[in-house]
């Protein structure tokens, strides 16, 4: 069964919001937040909404711009994934969506982690 669910949080975080997502983490489905935020912001709101215990690391991918650096920092990524929150911001989404190897790679490697947030990012 596949089931893919979408909601919006505006602002203030809703009560509960920490023990649902730490619920669905604990059921094996992967959590992804997708916000406009600062990554420091974004950062702060993934730890206080439950997106990582306290010793899973972040692995911080940000203002990217060359497909070759993505590429190694997607490799060095994929020798941690299975146990650390991927945090990337737009500009790299959008250098990584630019290049269908990439966009391949990404994907691939992105959902061996229990949680992505992707900040600094566009409606679009």
Excluded: Y
């Excluded at 990554?39 to 990217?64: H, L, N």
């Excluded at 299975?82 to 969506?97: E, K, P, Q, S």
Aim: proline share 3%.
């Amino acid at each position: 069964m596949e089931l893919l669910g979408i909601t919006g949080v505006e602002d203030k975080l809703q009560d509960n919001v920490a023990l649902v997502i730490e619920s669905l983490r604990n059921a094996g489905i992967q959590v992804w937040m997708l916000t406009g935020d600062k990554v420091e912001t974004a950062t702060c709101i993934a730890i206080s909404a439950g997106f990582k215990t306290r010793m899973q690391p972040i692995f911080f991918m940000r203002d990217m711009t060359d497909p070759a650096d993505v590429e190694r920092r997607l490799e060095e990524f994929s020798r941690k994934a299975t146990n650390v929150i991927l945090m990337i911001d737009g500009t790299t989404v959008d250098t990584i969506l630019s290049h269908k190897k990439l966009e391949d790679r990404f994907f691939q490697e992105s959902t061996k982690s229990p949680s992505v947030c992707v900040c600094r990012c566009s409606p679009t």
